[in-house]
């Protein structure tokens, strides 16, 4: 099994930036791809960006390319999501993932965190 907790959502106001972190925990956490999804209100929930176990691949949805940032840190067993140039578009409760692969994550991930809410003014 393995847990995920998201922190670092909040309210931001348009062109600004948020860091979210996702604290994994369980057995061989660094051995999972990782990745982060977003669902806003009324809307299906909608792939971001994916990382591999090793921190050396990332895949991105379209809709964040440039803004969207994933890195990870085997060692704290964390995924990080800097965003950037941040639009109301982007309001969404935000999810962190796991899977066994990029192609895992980012399409049927095999665990998910609780969310946390990302609020962009304008």
């Known amino acids: 099994q393995v847990q995920l907790v998201e922190s670092g959502g909040g309210l931001v106001q348009t062109g600004g930036s948020l860091r979210l972190s996702c604290a994994a925990s369980?057995?061989?956490?660094?051995?999972?791809?990782m990745g982060w999804f977003r669902q806003a209100p009324g809307k299906e929930r909608e792939f971001v960006v994916a990382?591999?176990?090793?921190?050396?691949?990332?895949y991105s949805g379209d809709s964040v390319k440039g803004r969207f940032t994933i890195s990870r840190d085997n060692g704290k067993n964390t995924v990080y999501l800097q965003m950037n140039n941040l639009k109301p578009g982007d309001t969404a409760v935000y999810y962190c993932?796991?899977?066994?692969?990029?192609?895992?994550?980012?399409?049927?991930?095999?665990?998910w965190g609780q969310g946390t809410q990302v609020t962009v003014s304008s």
């Open positions: 993932a796991a899977g066994d692969s990029i192609v895992v994550v980012s399409t049927t991930p095999k665990y």
């Open positions: 990382i591999g176990w090793s921190g050396l691949t990332t």
């Open positions: 369980g057995r061989t956490v660094g051995s999972y791809a």
